[in-house]
């Protein structure tokens, strides 16, 4: 099961950037972002709704996924694409030093 919150309304937009872009980013959070509540109840929804099956992605409802309540969506290709979640997953155990037993080398 795949979800993401759409664009909630947390610090991790202005803590990350600095100067005119985080003050480009606050105005966001304040007129288009949801709150942070709505935003979780998608992962909410996907870990606890009834008749879900693995490989749904769940997000919000509104315009361009940004906010509204939790539905079916449909991923990016770059989301779905198992070449580049191998690189993603070689690349998380680099980073992190840690090696886990990966999903998406045993399916290939």
């Known amino acids: 099961m795949l979800a993401h919150p759409g664009y909630s309304n947390t610090n991790l937009q202005t803590n990350a950037t600095s100067g005119a872009l985080r003050l480009f980013m606050r105005i966001g959070n304040r007129f288009l972002a949801q709150n942070a509540e709505q935003g979780v109840l998608n992962q909410l929804h996907a870990a606890t709704a009834a008749g879900l099956r693995g490989g749904e992605f769940i997000g919000p409802d509104g315009f361009r996924e940004m906010r509204g ?40």
Request: glycine share 2%; no cysteine; aromatic share 4%.
């Open 69 to 108: 309540a939790p539905s079916h969506v449909h991923p990016l290709p770059a989301a779905t694409d198992p070449a580049l979640a191998a690189r993603l997953w070689r690349l998380s155990e680099d980073l992190t030093g840690l090696i886990f037993p990966s999903v998406v080398e045993h399916r290939q």
